[in-house]
């Protein structure tokens, strides 16, 4: 069973910086899309990063600049360094995977447990 088990979660002061993580384990065949989601309270979930298995990379156009999103295939792990951060960035943050697990016929989309960050002084 595939699980996604994000950390680096916290609370920073405006300005700040935090890098997380989301390791994925399991019976992983491979892993193509990775990504990070966020929510703040009462906002409905958006697209914060998405990195191919390539290395391509996307960004929402409110962290452009200041959110980096990485990834090491050998380790099945994404990363988010965020720098420069904000209130308005404060939300929990979801780590997403198109995963293809070895005893399922077809890749699924998994997702992490959520992970708090906090952006006040």
């Known amino acids: 069973q595939v699980q996604l088990v994000e950390s680096g979660g916290g609370l920073v002061q405006p300005g700040g910086s935090l890098k997380l993580s989301c390791a994925a384990s399991?019976?992983?065949?491979?892993?193509?899309?990775m990504g990070w989601h966020r929510q703040a309270p009462g906002n409905e979930r958006e697209l914060v990063a998405v990195i191919t298995r390539g290395g391509s990379t996307r960004y929402a156009d409110s962290v452009k600049g200041r959110f980096t999103i990485s990834r090491d295939n050998a380790k099945n792990t994404v990363y988010l360094q965020m720098n420069s951060l904000k209130p308005e960035d404060t939300a929990v943050y979801y780590c997403k995977a198109f995963i293809r697990d070895r005893t399922m016929a077809y890749p699924n989309i998994y997702w992490g447990q959520g992970t708090q960050v906090t952006v006040s002084s």
């Open positions: 399991g019976s992983i065949l491979y892993i193509n899309d």
